[in-house]
Nanobody
Framework: QVQLVESGGGLVKAGGSLRRSCAAY????????MGWFRQAPGKERVFVAS????????NYVDSVKGRFTISRDHAKNTVYLEMNSLKPEDTAVYYC????????????????WGQGTQVTVSS
C-alpha cells in the first residue's frame, strides 16, 4: 500500500523559511510526478510545484517562483519543498501528492495524497 507521510510546516513570520518533507512508502516512484498543493480556508486546492521523479524536471506556479524549491532524494524516497521569503498569502494546508505519467497542475489527476499540514505565515 502506498503512503505519503508529510512532515515540517508550522508557524513562521513573514520573510521566514520552512521546509516540508514527504516520505513515500510502498513503492518507488520511477515514472511518477510528485506534486505539492495547498488549500487556504474556503478556497480550492491549488497547484504549487511538481517534480518528475526520474529526471528531476520541475514546474512551479508563478506566485512561488524564485521563493520555493522542490527537490527529491532517491535514496530516502522523499520529496522536499523548501519555502523561503514566505508571505501571509502562503498560509494554507499543504499537501504532497503523486501521479503516474506527465506533469499536471490539476489536483484531481493525482492518485496518492499525504495527510496535509498547516503552514501559517504571520505578518
Amino acid at each position: 500500500q502506498v503512503q505519503l507521510v508529510e512532515s515540517g510546516g508550522g508557524l513562521v513570520k513573514a520573510g521566514g523559511s520552512l521546509r516540508r518533507s514527504c516520505a513515500a512508502y510502498g513503492r518507488t516512484f520511477r515514472g511518477y510526478v510528485m506534486g505539492w498543493f495547498r488549500q487556504a480556508p474556503g478556497k480550492e486546492r491549488v497547484f504549487v510545484a511538481s517534480i518528475r521523479w526520474s529526471v528531476g524536471s520541475t514546474n512551479y506556479v508563478d506566485s512561488v517562483k524564485g521563493r520555493f524549491t522542490i527537490s527529491r532524494d532517491h535514496a530516502k524516497n522523499t520529496v522536499y519543498l523548501e519555502m523561503n521569503s514566505l508571505k501571509p498569502e502562503d498560509t494554507a494546508v499543504y499537501y504532497c501528492a503523486a501521479k503516474r505519467g506527465l506533469i499536471a497542475t490539476n489536483w484531481k489527476e493525482y492518485e496518492y495524497w499525504g495527510q496535509g499540514t498547516q503552514v501559517t505565515v504571520s505578518s
